[in-house]
């Protein structure tokens, strides 16, 4: 399984971005698929995550600023990115959670991540 990601880049405070991360290959069933940040000297963090089922978890920091998409048919995550802050500021990796085949072990699989920057 592979994970693309694009639409990273630089962004204004109070401005807009949007991600997205497409999942391909053999994928029998996915669990939820999600969003994830790192910035320098920290340790990688949850930001949004979206169950197969509809239930979303946001960090508090995101909430009501961020919002997590999915199309199940395409495999693919969005992470809409609202009035971003500075300390946004990071690299973000995409997380599918899933099995290959019926009754398969549970697999979390990452994109290549995307910078996101904050600044003006």
């Known amino acids: 399984v592979q994970l693309q990601a694009c639409g990273g880049g630089l962004v204004q405070p109070g401005g807009s971005l949007r991600l997205s991360c497409a999942a391909s290959?053999?994928?029998?069933?996915?669990?939820?698929m999600g969003w994830y940040r790192q910035a320098p000297g920290q340790q990688r963090e949850l930001v949004a995550v979206k169950t197969s089922g509809g239930s979303t978890n946001y960090a508090d920091s995101v909430r009501a600023r961020f919002t997590i998409s999915r199309d199940n048919a395409k495999n693919t995550v969005y992470l809409q990115m609202n009035t971003p802050k500075p300390e946004d500021t990071a690299v973000y990796y995409c997380?599918?959670?899933?099995?290959?085949?019926?009754?398969?072990?549970?697999?979390?699989?990452w994109g290549q991540g995307t910078q996101v920057t904050v600044s003006s």
């Open positions: 997380n599918l959670n899933w099995r290959r085949v019926n009754g398969g072990r549970i697999r979390d699989s």
């Open positions: 290959g053999t994928i029998f069933s996915v669990n939820a």
